[in-house]
């Protein structure tokens, strides 16, 4: 395997950890902290905590980035036809996926913390409802 083609399969391992441990705080900080997001608004609280998801995320992302190289050693790196090309290819793909599950689960996340912060509001007993003309 050429070195070009080495530096793509571990950039891909790392931006998979990365972003899996970027979701994973996101979702901590999201849970732990929920009555200090109430104090800002919408937009605000959003933006910080994936500032603080993205920080907490790259501090974590440098101990299990060893392990893991450590553990794949032999299977990740073993393929000695591939080009460097097609490891570029392969690492962009598994980096554009990975992206595209971590949006999601933000998305997701955000979505169940909304909900819980402002339940929905019972019209039935609503004292503004207006009776629809005949």
């Known amino acids: 395997m050429s070195q070009d083609a080495t530096f793509y399969r571990t950039g891909l391992i790392e ?11 996101f979702g901590a900080l999201t849970i732990m902290m929920r009555e200090r997001w109430l104090a800002l608004g919408a937009t605000e609280s959003l933006l910080a905590r ?6 907490v995320a790259s501090i974590a992302v440098g101990g299990p980035s060893g392990v893991v190289l450590n553990l794949l050693q032999g299977s990740a790196f073993s393929d000695t036809t591939l080009s460097a090309a097609a490891s570029r290819n392969q690492a962009l793909l598994g980096i554009a996926l990975t992206l595209a599950l971590t949006t999601v689960g933000i998305i997701r996340i955000e979505m169940y913390h909304r909900h819980r912060v402002s339940p929905p509001v019972q019209e039935e007993d609503a004292e503004w409802r207006v009776e629809p003309r005949r």
């Not at 931006?15 to 705080?25: D, P, V, Y």
């Not at 994936?50 to 920080?55: D, G, I, W, Y």
């Open 15 to 25: 931006a998979i950890l990365l972003l899996l441990l970027l979701l994973l705080a």
């Open 50 to 55: 994936l500032a603080a998801s993205v920080v």
